[in-house]
């Protein structure tokens, strides 16, 4: 079996594993085993991949597997990876892994809980390694559905709200990415041969512009609702206040990546013209999501929202930096996607382990944690300043890296709309530091918490984790932002053969 | 004798359940049920062995392999409604009237077989009969629930109602083109305005039959009344058999006016499905609810139709195959439970999960299934669906059908909350289902979890379906 389909495999074992284990302690140990595992696949990958690029293989796509599935629709089961994908494998491994030590003391229905869990997980890995557009597809609704029962049974709130809300509107984002996935395919192949749906064959072919800019919106708003893109954003706040910790993580460290991935593989590396002529459009949306994301989390008091919203800033910022269309700002994108992706994973995870405590979110109630609890503190404090860009952390290398690729652009609107973003970090800034002063400083404003203990040891595997990855990045980050970079040729490179100037 | 093999051992296992289930003594009727459900699978798997094919009567009747697929997919939802059926039959008030389901549902099949085999307007009118006439006595099985009888009686009214117009049809095709066999009518078919009323009449009678708005009214209220059992027999065998005739009709004699008749079910496309979905959502009673879902997705089924080519046929067969499983696991277990606690809400099912959680998975899979949600067949059902009505071009119905999937999956995820998320302080309690339920369950779960992924299904079928569009 090669490499890449194990990333399929041990979910599945791992889910008939949990199957069949019969205490709550079994499954949760299978499971942690099982994505400790993939955990390790994942390194392996990344060791593998980095191998072979150094051996001089400089192949688009590596360990490409190509299965024939519907012979007659040409639906194949290819999968293969590229740098941009790898570093994106890491990311989902890394968050699942702690997102299970996170859900460790689950209250009810462990197994599916855990079940439940994995397969969202599996879609996630599935939709990474894909190359076929049907199976890409096939992987991002694997993803989408098990939210619904994961808010739904295990969130709190208004969850029932939430959890619906967030499936259809992400079911909507799939509505319009599956209409534009079929004019791809009945436009793959202009001098009617075989039809295809292979992302790599579709992208030697050059589709006529009016049909691009027909499909474009449908594919860049479809994969742009899972970004987070406003005005699409608004399942994003309530989904994540209400689902449950280790949900929260995995959606926004992990699944609202898919919409950015998905913006630039699907939409913008297929039809490059489109994205050339109507990107002005979506600049202006994603600099708003930047914006008023940034601005929204200033208001709020709950620390979910205050995440959420902030994921919203910095998911909108990952768009953002794809319709720059230069090289930096995309390895910036990607880059933020992975940095955001840990970043906001640790913060959920910390949030999660904080309400555990407290029973309460709503920051004004709470204060002086630092003394309490001085582990999660200390973590908190690193999240928040890795989220504000500050240097040493991945925050700072991808956000750098975006606004120096954005300033590349030098005609007025994007030098406005790079303005406009840069100036979010401010507004980061404040948010977070409102945050820790009143949560973690100041004195103890409630009898009740002097009690309370600091993070137990599966908490501090699950952040551990997490800061590791957050901090490995900030330190060094060259290796990944090379392989990133490497990935993003053949994408950079249409675009510029489209690009109306060259 | 052999082309003819499906109906003729129907026939044949009507004819000895009649002769047996005469012999049983009163109390002893419940005898026939193990009989029955053997017969019924052994011509199941015997319709399956490849045979000769062909035309008998001078074209009157006539089998391709493609057909034979067909009724092998019926022989399959009737052998599985069988199983679903056992526990509803044993119950007191059927007791005596055991022999008698069987009997009379069989014959709608041959009936229906019949109707699929058709060569000719006259074959196609008489099997379309015996497949409709005996429904009604099956709606009003429960004969002293008042709900029941009106079900029948309802049923036998629009049926006539609808035959009668479809008739009309048919006399006028006969009167312009002056024959009544497909090959014929087709060579003579001009768009003359009256040919194009008898399209029409032909139409509306057949829309009827699948119930498709504006013509749709009727079902909700026979799908309600009926016996749960005759409720999804109705909305998946039958209206799969009259699907599959009324794609070959349109397919074989109206091709030279597919233009106009595109148009129509363009339109009639969009209605059903937006229609079916939106009075889906208000429904409180799974029978009303899952009619509803069905002529929705007799919607969605319009749109392979409209595909008009080797795909769009391949993939109605593909996907009706795909919607008797996933629509009868959600009626099996709707069945057994209501035969176990004669419960019928939406409402009663809070809390199911946790006081039976196989039958809730069961149920949820068959939803997902039917909501086209992946790794299940739904989702290569109506993917493959979408892929026939966009080869021509019309993403913008499409879209609108893709929308109309994610207004459906709020409706199913409703029973899903339902099941998983609500809780309940009367949650319908623990029982334990027959073997023959568990067994036809089983054969969904399989059939759902199965059928999308194995391709070679799909393309088994589009081997079948090449050269009869």
Redesign the interface.
């Known amino acids: 079996m090669d490499i890449l389909t194990l990333f399929i495999v041990i979910p599945v074992l791992t889910i008939i594993g949990i199957v069949f284990s019969k205490d709550h302690k079994q499954v949760k140990w299978t499971a942690a085993i099982g994505m400790g595992l993939q955990l390790i696949a994942a390194a392996t990958l990344i060791i593998l991949f980095l191998m072979e690029r150094k051996a001089g293989n400089m192949a688009e796509m590596l360990f490409v597997k190509d299965l024939v599935?519907?012979?007659?629709?040409n639906?194949h089961y290819l999968i293969g990876v590229d740098g941009v994908s790898v570093a994106m494998i890491g990311l989902t491994a890394i968050v699942i892994f702690a997102g299970i030590f996170a859900s460790w003391e689950v209250e009810e229905l462990h197994k599916e809980f855990f079940i439940t869990l994995i397969l969202l997980s599996t879609g996630v890995f599935g939709f990474f390694i894909s190359l076929d557009l049907?199976t890409l597809f096939?992987?991002y609704?694997?993803a989408v559905?098990p939210m619904?029962?994961l808010i739904?049974?295990w969130g709190s709130g208004p969850?029932?709200y939430s959890?619906?809300k967030l499936?259809?509107m992400l079911?909507?984002g799939s509505?319009?990415i599956?209409?534009g996935l079929?004019?791809l395919?009945?436009n793959s192949n202009p001098s009617g041969g075989q039809l295809t749906f292979s992302l790599l064959a579709i992208s030697k072919v050059h589709i006529p512009v009016e049909i691009q800019k027909?499909f474009f919106p449908f594919l860049f708003i479809g994969f742009g609702v899972l970004g987070a893109l406003f005005p699409f954003h608004t399942w994003s706040p309530d989904g994540h206040a209400s689902a449950p910790t280790a949900v929260s993580m995995l959606h926004a460290g992990v699944l609202m990546k898919l919409g950015g991935y998905g913006c630039f593989r699907v939409a913008v590396f297929l039809l490059p013209e489109a994205a050339h002529e109507l990107g002005w459009i979506f600049i202006i949306l994603t600099t708003i999501s930047v914006i008023y994301g940034a601005l929204g989390a200033v208001w709020q008091k709950d620390l979910k929202y205050i995440n959420a919203y902030s994921s919203v800033s910095h998911c909108g910022m990952v768009l953002f930096a794809i319709l720059m269309f230069n090289k930096t700002a995309m390895t910036g994108a990607v880059l933020q996607m992975i940095s955001h992706g840990i970043m906001t994973a640790l913060f959920f995870a910390l949030i999660g382990m904080i309400y555990g405590r407290t029973h309460t979110r709503y920051i004004n109630e709470m204060g002086g944690l630092m003394k309490v609890m001085p582990f999660l503190g200390v973590a908190y404090v690193i999240g928040g300043l890795a989220s504000l860009g500050l240097p040493g952390f991945s925050g700072f290398v991808a956000e750098m890296t975006i606004f120096v690729g954005a300033f590349q652009n030098v005609d007025t609107f994007h030098r406005v709309a790079t303005i406009i973003v840069v100036s979010s970090i401010v507004v980061t800034a404040v948010y977070i530091l409102r945050v820790v002063g009143i949560l973690l400083l100041g004195k103890i404003n409630n009898e009740h918490y002097e009690h309370l203990g600091d993070a137990k040891w599966y908490e501090r595997v699950s952040t551990g984790v997490l800061i590791f990855g957050i901090t490995a990045i900030g330190l060094a980050p060259l290796w990944l932002s090379e392989m990133i970079s490497g990935g993003l040729g053949p994408i950079i490179q249409r675009l510029l053969m489209a690009s109306p100037i060259h | 004798m052999l082309i003819m093999r499906h109906e003729l051992l129907l026939v044949a296992i009507t004819v000895i359940l009649l002769l047996v289930e005469i012999f049983l003594p009163q109390d002893k009727k419940h005898k026939i049920i193990l009989p029955a459900i053997l017969l019924m699978a052994l011509v199941t798997i015997i319709g399956f062995i490849p045979g000769p094919t062909g035309v008998l009567f001078g074209g009157m009747y006539g089998t391709s392999p493609l057909i034979l697929l067909m009724k092998n997919i019926l022989n399959i939802g009737v052998l599985i409604i069988f199983t679903q059926s056992v526990s509803w039959l044993k119950l007191e008030e059927q007791k005596e009237k055991i022999g008698e389901y069987f009997v009379i549902l069989l014959s709608t099949l041959i009936g229906m077989d019949y109707m699929i085999s058709s060569g000719d307007f006259l074959m196609f009118y008489l099997g379309l009969e015996l497949a409709t006439i005996p429904l009604a006595t099956l709606a009003a099985f429960e004969r002293f629930k008042e709900k029941s009888a009106e079900a029948g009686v309802k049923l036998i009214f629009t049926s006539a109602l609808s035959s009668g117009i479809l008739l009309y049809g048919l006399s006028m095709i006969y009167g312009t083109t002056g024959t009544v066999y497909f090959p014929e009518v087709s060579a003579a078919y001009a768009s003359a305005p009256l040919q194009i009323l008898a399209f029409i009449f032909f139409f509306a009678g057949m829309a009827f039959k699948i119930s498709l708005v504006p013509f749709h009214l009727w079902a909700a209220d026979v799908y309600e009344g009926a016996p749960i059992n005759v409720t999804s027999y109705l909305s998946v065998i039958s209206k799969g058999a009259a699907v599959f005739i009324f794609m070959i009709i349109l397919y074989t004699v109206f091709n030279k006016i597919a233009l106009m008749w595109r148009d129509v079910i363009y339109v009639i496309s969009i209605l059903t499905m937006t229609l079916g979905n939106l009075f889906a959502m208000r429904q409180r009673n799974i029978k009303r609810f899952l009619a509803f879902s069905s002529i929705a997705q007799a919607g969605f089924i319009l749109l392979g139709i409209i595909g008009q080519s080797q795909l769009g046929m391949t993939t109605v067969v593909y996907f009706v195959l795909v919607y008797i499983f996933s629509n009868l696991g959600a009626f099996g277990v709707a069945a057994i439970i209501s035969s176990k606690t004669g419960k019928e809400s939406i409402d009663d099912y809070d809390g199911l999960y946790r006081t039976n959680p196989m039958l809730s998975l069961t149920m949820m899979l068959a939803l997902?299934s039917l909501a086209g949600?992946?790794?299940v067949a739904g989702?290569f059902g109506k993917?493959?669906l979408?892929?026939a009505a966009?080869?021509q071009?019309m993403?913008i119905l499409?879209?609108i059908a893709?929308?109309n999937?994610?207004i459906s999956?709020?409706y199913y995820?409703l029973v899903?909350?339902a099941m998983?998320?609500n809780q309940s302080d009367r949650p319908i309690t623990y029982f334990k289902s027959d073997v023959y339920t568990k067994l036809g369950l089983a054969m969904c779960i399989a059939g759902i979890i199965i059928i999308g992924f194995a391709?070679p299904v799909?393309?088994f079928i589009?081997k079948l379906s090449y050269g009869l569009y």
């Open positions: 599935w519907f012979p007659s629709l639906i049907f096939l992987f609704e694997i559905i619904y029962l739904g049974i969850r029932e959890a619906m499936t259809l079911m909507g509505a319009l599956l209409v079929l004019g395919y009945f027909f | 997902f949600i992946p790794p989702f993917f493959f979408f892929t966009a080869k071009g993403y499409v879209f893709v929308l999937t994610i999956l709020y995820l899903v909350k998983f998320l391709s799909y393309e589009l």
